[in-house]
């Protein structure tokens, strides 16, 4: 076999709040809710942050293998839009909550929500050129939202998450297709974070970008891929999703342009090849660096089983980057997801009232970038660290002492 994905697991957070509730609490225009196509969205504590996330979706991964297995990960590459600091990387803090070999590569790249490609491709190159056989990386996607977006349009579509994947030569989840991928990217102020407080957001500008991005990504990929063919080389599309609805425009514009469909049978399409790579988003938000991949999982977990398919991806991060490639699911996919348990994780999230989710929110600035000492109180977030956290052994913030991080398992 070739090099991809092995295995892959998805933190969605513990708590979620519904997002038609928050857009009447915001004041925001009922007649645009449609669009979206969500009903929750995951939300963090302020004791969680891109590195607790990262962690919580890789350990279930890890703890699955055995003690030789582990030692053979010699790159852990994190793909996240919410650093920590201008210089340490969190991969550092990563590495060592998850008690990886120190005969190991770290870092951490950026590219908005582009990054977990970015991590994924540069991953897969190194193992794939490795002549050492058995060679494995950790690629993990995270991210963490401010609470700059408050009241605008893009609050009710940001999540908290991540997705980890273990990159190797033995891929049973996603065997990458070699070559096979288009690229486009250009200079764009459609999205920025110029400090922790402030997200700078051209709505209009952004969604363009995308869609520019996926065609001219797709187009690429056609003039290197001999044959390929938009109907029948994929049995299913998996596109980065800022927000469901994003991903149908996305995919009707994608069909008409390059198949000439029919408003008709265009959603007929999207049902049968895309609406399926959805559920997961729709209940828990962007996902940023991750978003990508917690819609693979979805298609995964949502697929019937059955034999390899090869399928198309598309990868967009704000300023802006992008890239269409390929790979074959493999036939055990399904099952190998199975034993994570996303679906009923997503489930089994609290609920929190409109209140309960600002007051959390009023203290997510205790986490952020720049923070020089502060003391996490569990007791401060009321009956969902009891019910989600306590006893259940995930990592938490604990403390922040002179700018260094410290973490603890609950």
């Not at 051209?202 to 991005?213: A, E, G, M, P, V």
């Not at 994929?234 to 390059?258: E, I, S, T």
């Not at 952020?368 to 996490?376: I, P």
Request: one cysteine or more.
């Amino acid at each position: 076999m070739g090099t991809g994905i092995e295995a892959i697991n998805a933190y969605v957070g513990r708590a979620c709040v519904d997002v038609e509730s928050l857009f009447r609490a915001r004041g925001l225009d009922l007649a645009r809710f449609g669009n979206l196509m969500m009903h929750q969205k995951s939300v963090n504590l302020p004791c969680e942050d891109a590195v607790t996330n990262a962690v919580n979706a890789a350990r279930p991964l890890l703890d699955a293998l055995t003690s030789a297995e582990r030692d053979r990960i010699e790159l852990l590459v994190v793909g996240t839009e919410s650093g920590l600091d201008l210089g340490k990387p969190i991969s550092t803090y990563i590495h060592h909550h998850l008690g990886l070999n120190p005969r190991c590569r770290s870092f951490e790249v950026k590219h908005a929500c582009y990054g977990g490609t970015a991590a994924l491709r540069t991953a897969a190159g190194i193992v794939g050129s490795d002549p050492m056989p058995g060679v494995k990386a950790l690629v993990i996607a995270t991210d963490a939202p401010s609470a700059a977006s408050r009241g605008t349009y893009w609050e009710p579509s940001e999540g908290a998450g991540a997705a980890a994947m273990l990159i190797g030569d033995r891929p049973g989840i996603l065997e990458l297709d070699p070559g096979a991928a288009g690229y486009h990217t250009y200079e764009v102020m459609d999205t920025a974070r110029p400090r922790p407080d402030l997200d700078v957001v051209d709505s209009d500008l952004s969604l363009l970008s995308y869609l520019t991005c996926l065609e001219q990504s797709f187009g690429a990929y056609l003039d290197r891929v001999a044959g390929a063919d938009l109907r029948e080389s994929f049995a299913h599309l998996v596109l980065h999703v800022p927000f469901a609805g994003m991903v149908k425009g996305a995919h009707r514009m994608l069909v008409r342009k390059y198949l000439g469909m029919s408003p008709r049978d265009a959603e007929a399409d999207f049902e049968r090849r895309v609406g399926s790579s959805l559920g997961y988003g729709s209940r828990v938000g962007n996902l940023f660096s991750a978003s990508l991949y917690l819609a693979l999982c979805s298609l995964i977990d949502s697929r019937p089983a059955e034999g390899p398919q090869r399928i198309g991806l598309f990868s967009y991060g704000s300023g802006c980057a992008s890239e269409f490639f390929s790979g074959v699911v493999g036939g055990g996919a399904r099952a190998d997801l199975a034993r994570f348990g996303i679906g009923r994780a997503v489930a089994e999230r609290s609920e929190l009232d409109t209140a309960e989710y600002d007051r959390l929110g009023e203290l997510s600035g205790d986490r952020a970038f720049g923070v020089q000492e502060r003391v996490f109180d569990p007791a401060s977030y009321g009956a969902v660290y009891r019910e989600r956290f306590e006893g259940a052994g995930l990592l938490v913030l604990d403390r922040i002492e002179n700018f260094h991080r410290r973490y603890r398992w609950s």
